[in-house]
Nanobody
Framework: DVQLQASGGGLVQAGGSLRLSCAAS????????IGWFRQAPGKEREGVSCISSSDDRPYYADAVKGRFTVSSDNVENTVYLQMNDLKPEDTAEYYCAVAGSARGICPLLNHWTLSDNNRGQGTLVTVSS
């Protein structure tokens, strides 16, 4: 049974940092692509970052490049999203999802089909100015 659980959100001042965790069960994160998404109230879902063993490098949305870093811990079966220099526009619910590890899957992050079968509950990140 595939399960994903995001955690680590909270309230932080602009310029601060948070590390989000995506704990996976029912599969190995090393065998699949894990994507991070966010959705702010009244806005569309946005693909933030993605990591896959089939791709040469992680994917980052332009809005977070240079500030966010995604990593994977195969022992903990957890994917992390380190978020530095947070801005008020980063405020959103963040969640993770899993997809097959076909080469090139990460740059297609915003086209992933998400359902209760491949995404977990989110964690709220609030950045105050």
């Amino acid at each position: 049974d595939v399960q994903l659980q995001a955690s680590g959100g909270g309230l932080v001042q602009a310029g601060g940092s948070l590390r989000l965790s995506c704990a996976a069960s029912g599969f190995s994160v090393d065998d699949f692509a894990i994507g991070w998404f966010r959705q702010a109230p009244g806005k569309e879902r946005e693909g933030v970052s993605c990591i896959s063993s089939s791709d040469d490098r992680p994917y980052y949305a332009d809005a977070v490049k240079g500030r966010f870093t995604v990593s994977s811990d195969n022992v903990e079966n957890t994917v992390y999203l380190q978020m530095n220099d947070l801005k008020p526009e980063d405020t959103a619910e963040y969640y993770c999802a899993v997809a097959g590890s076909a080469r090139g899957i990460c740059p297609l992050l915003n086209h992933w089909t998400l359902s209760d079968n491949n995404r977990g509950q989110g964690t709220l990140v609030t950045v105050s100015s």
